[in-house]
């Protein structure tokens, strides 16, 4: 660090105790003028606010702890990961792929069949020559048969 940088990193703490020491002059002088109802209600959210913190802070310090007990239980029944670890990450990997390949095996299966089954009905039906070239043929093969 430089004696610039160092000069104005003092300045800037300064400045701020400064600021901190006036904001708390201002509102000392002021807290005489609030009413006891909400200097109650003031100190009543104060409290809740510091019993909240005190929760987090110790809940943080045992999570890890937690955290650690359960790594320690799972690498125990695994063996760190091995052989299980590995299948149990990749059955659902593959059974997914099997999945998405019968559908899509299903659905173009569908589409052959149904392909199959117009054009069982165009060649078993008696048609004159010009329907083949009718525009409204389309729709005639379309429309529900009686």
Same mark, same amino acid.
């Given at each position: 660090?430089?004696?610039?940088s160092?000069?104005? &990193?003092?300045?800037?703490?300064?400045?701020?105790?400064?600021?901190?020491?006036?904001?708390?002059a201002?509102?000392?002088?002021?807290?005489?003028?609030?009413?006891?109802?909400? +200097?109650?209600?003031?100190?009543?959210?104060?409290?809740q606010?510091?019993?909240?913190?005190?929760?987090?802070r110790q +809940? +943080?310090? +045992?999570?890890p702890?937690?955290?650690?007990?359960?790594?320690t239980?799972?690498?125990?029944?695994?063996?760190?990961?091995?052989?299980?670890?590995?299948?149990?990450? &990749?059955?659902?990997?593959?059974?997914?792929?099997l &999945?998405l390949?019968?559908?899509? /095996?299903?659905?173009?299966?569908?589409?052959?069949?149904?392909?199959?089954?117009?054009?069982?009905?165009?060649?078993?039906?008696?048609?004159?020559?010009?329907?083949?070239?009718?525009? &409204?043929?389309?729709? /005639?093969?379309?429309?529900?048969?009686?």
């Amino acid at each position: 660090m430089t004696a610039t940088s160092d000069h104005s &990193g003092v300045r800037l703490e300064s400045l701020q105790a400064r600021l901190g020491a006036r904001l708390a002059a201002g509102l000392s002088e002021r807290a005489a003028a609030v009413p006891h109802d909400i +200097t109650e209600r003031l100190r009543f959210g104060r409290e809740q606010a510091l019993r909240a913190a005190r929760q987090r802070r110790q +809940t +943080t310090v +045992t999570m890890p702890v937690a955290a650690v007990a359960a790594g320690t239980a799972r690498d125990d029944l695994l063996g760190r990961g091995g052989f299980w670890f590995g299948l149990a990450a &990749g059955v659902p990997l593959v059974l997914l792929i099997l &999945g998405l390949v019968l559908i899509q /095996y299903w659905a173009s299966r569908e589409q052959v069949l149904a392909a199959a089954e117009i054009d069982a009905m165009l060649l078993s039906d008696d048609l004159p020559p010009s329907a083949w070239t009718d525009p &409204g043929f389309r729709e /005639y093969m379309k429309a529900p048969k009686p």
